[in-house]
């Protein structure tokens, strides 16, 4: 195993790298002709890694292209790779110095490898980017009504409302489709949903937003999506913890199915009344049973069995 580390920054246009050690550089178009000069720049040197912000569409062609290469990649949270970069001292930000910056990131934190990505992971996650666009334009739609006065523009904006939940269920049919098509998929949706208060909405979600659901221990799950506590404390101060960071997505998928929970799913409902009693908020309370539903779909995932109530 090579100890070669390469930071690539990705823009629109260009993508700029950097190799450690030894510092070399290479400057590329973003399209097919400069993933091959990449190729031909590692040659038949060994990479640990290749280490790379999340841009947006920019950098998916890149990851495809790369992973179908067989090259190991670290996709990094810009936010943490931006406080590593204040932790150096290095305040000035040019691509070739944000190249460089991700390569020391990937040397020294070693971040976790992406595993191998399928055509049909692909796909779902571009059909629930899709999902997610149409309902911003429905909120924005909604909000619009009940300002609009003029008759022509509210009878446009019934219709694009009509037409945002027409595609939207065309969206999730097309997800429902492909998960079904997939005897993984449709193994891992059924032991999601067969918890109380998951709907088919929030199985695929998680299927889609958090794959590594099921290879988790129980504090790495409820990290991922943004849900462990995080204590504060110096010398003899004792501060409220706090949720931070995770995968607001997966976050807000899990709020409403918590809600239902704590009606309707016994285990957790007894755990919600446990720490209202306690003298918990409402929020707070809530908060802990949706560490308790991801924590769940972790486990059950990681045994490959359904929800089951526990014997009285």
């Known amino acids: 195993m090579t100890d070669i ?38 040659g038949a040197k060994g ?8 841009t947006g569409p920019y950098h998916r062609a890149f990851e495809r292209f790369m992973v179908v290469q067989g090259l190991p990649l670290s996709k990094v949270n810009p936010r943490l790779s931006r406080r590593f970069c204040e ?19 990937g040397a020294l934190l070693e971040p976790r490898l992406l595993q191998a990505d399928t055509q049909i992971k692909s796909d779902l996650k571009e059909l629930h980017m899709a999902r997610l666009a149409l309902i911003k334009d429905r909120t924005a739609a ?16 019934g219709d694009r409302l009509q037409q945002i939940e027409h ?36 199985a695929f979600t998680l299927i889609i937003e958090m794959p590594e659901l099921g290879e988790l221990d129980e504090k790495a799950a409820a990290a991922l999506c943004g849900l462990a506590p995080m ?4 010398g003899r101060w004792t501060g409220r913890a706090f949720i931070a960071g995770g995968r607001a997505i997966v976050r807000h998928a899990l709020y409403m199915p918590a809600l239902v929970a704590c009606r309707f799913n016994p285990d957790l409902k007894a755990k919600y009344d446990q720490l209202i009693a306690a003298g918990k908020p409402p929020k707070v309370a809530i908060t802990a049973i949706m560490r308790k539903l991801a924590v769940l779909a ?3 995932l990681r045994k490959k069995q359904k929800w089951q109530p526990k014997a009285a």
Do not use: C
């Open 5 to 42: 580390t390469i930071g690539a920054d990705i823009s629109k246009d260009h993508i700029d790298l950097y190799s450690l050690p030894g510092g070399q550089t290479l400057k590329v178009a973003n399209d097919r002709k400069g993933f091959a000069a990449i190729l031909k720049w590692i």
């Open 47 to 54: 990479v640990q890694r290749i280490v790379f912000e999340p």
């Open 87 to 105: 932790a150096t001292g290095q305040l000035a930000k040019t691509d070739r110095i944000d190249a460089a910056l991700l390569s020391r990131y």
């Open 142 to 157: 909604k909000n619009r009504e009940k300002s609009l006065t003029n008759p022509l523009l509210k009878r446009h904006n």
């Open 167 to 202: 595609q939207i269920k065309a969206v999730d049919e097309a997800i429902m489709a492909v998960i079904a098509e997939d005897r993984s998929l449709k193994a891992r949706f059924d032991i999601l949903v067969s918890i109380p208060g998951v709907s088919q909405v929030t």
């Open 231 to 234: 204590s504060r404390q110096s």
């Open 298 to 300: 972790n486990a059950l």
